[in-house]
């Protein structure tokens, strides 16, 4: 394991560059939909070894785990719910094989799919879930906990409490934001960035920040906004290769490498830390952005 902690080296003035995508990955390697990814990691260890050593391999400074849906209230959809602990360690250590020592392992915590607002799941219910995800990536030897793809405070911080009060691990909190028709920026619950931003700090996030739902362009303003609201915190950046669309009946991400790695110095500009991937891009991409940071000065 690194000998610092990523808040630490931040401080220190490097700009550090994640992974990429792992779900679109996955089944460019033969997920079949509708298929549980996080089961790979106990039935197709190697190949979910292998997109975590292409991220590596790319540059990338930190590497996430194959366990976005790995809570027991969305591992139950599959009959899961009760290997929830096994799927989150095997996940973690599939990863630390793959990051070695001088890599951060930043292991990932998705949303539940559950509705606190209709009563779907109350907030003991999501802190427990949480609890045992995190104590099991912990014990698979993850350096960081990647709370994401939020978009409910209430959610978020229940995650972030769990992994803060049941693990030693760093703690990330990022949220998914949509443009609406008026310009603004907001999560599909209604947070703004900002209020997503200091909602995740006050919460004990230790780093804060944006993934999917956008390329890097409208990230800009996202991590403006963050950065203005919380000016001490770390911001980290997964952004999607641009926004999809459909072509010939298959979702496309039009962002080529190039095309990302040329609003990196932007992005860093506006505020963020620490730069990488979600759906869409590829060990290209995150090569790419690998680059451009490596000209920017510290």
């Known amino acids: 394991m690194p000998t610092t902690t990523i808040t630490e080296s931040v401080r220190q003035g490097r700009l550090l560059v994640s992974d990429g995508a792992w779900g679109t990955f996955l089944q460019e390697k033969g997920l079949p939909p509708g298929e549980c990814p996080e089961r790979w990691c106990l039935d197709r260890p190697e190949a979910v070894l292998e997109v975590a050593r292409s991220y590596v391999e790319a540059g990338a400074d930190m590497i996430e785990t194959n366990s976005f849906g790995g809570s027991r209230l969305t591992l139950e959809h599959y009959g899961l719910a009760d290997r929830a602990s096994e799927v989150n360690e095997a996940a973690a250590r599939i990863s630390r094989n793959a990051a070695g020592p001088d890599r951060w392992v930043i292991a990932s915590m998705g949303p539940t799919g559950k509705m606190l607002v209709t009563g779907e799941v109350t907030e003991d219910e999501l802190y427990a879930a949480f609890r045992e995800q995190a104590e099991a990536l912990e014990r698979g030897g993850?350096?960081?906990?990647?709370?994401?793809?939020?978009?409910?405070?209430?959610?978020?911080?229940?995650?972030?409490?769990?992994?803060?009060?049941h693990t030693r691990l760093e703690v990330?909190?990022?949220?998914?934001?949509?443009?609406?028709?008026?310009?603004?920026?907001?999560?599909?619950?209604?947070?703004?960035?900002?209020?997503?931003?200091?909602?995740?700090?006050?919460?004990?996030?230790?780093?804060?920040g944006a993934n999917c739902g956008n390329g890097f362009e409208r990230m800009i303003g996202v991590v403006e906004e963050m950065r203005a609201a919380v000016p001490d915190l770390p911001i980290l950046v997964h952004a999607n290769a641009g926004l999809p669309r459909v072509e010939n009946g298959a979702t496309v991400f039009p962002e080529t490498p190039a095309m990302m790695a040329a609003l990196v110095p932007v992005l860093v500009k506006a505020g963020a830390n620490v730069v990488g991937g979600c759906c869409g891009t590829t060990p290209a991409h995150i090569r790419a952005i690998k680059e451009?940071?490596?000209?920017?000065?510290?």
């Open 142 to 165: 993850a350096d960081a906990i990647c709370v994401e793809t939020m978009s409910d405070a209430a959610e978020a911080a229940a995650a972030v409490r769990a992994a803060r009060e």
């Open 172 to 208: 990330i909190c990022t949220f998914t934001f949509d443009l609406t028709a008026k310009g603004e920026f907001r999560t599909m619950m209604g947070l703004t960035p900002a209020e997503a931003a200091t909602s995740a700090a006050a919460s004990g996030a230790h780093i804060i």
């Open 292 to 298: 451009a940071v490596g000209n920017l000065s510290p």
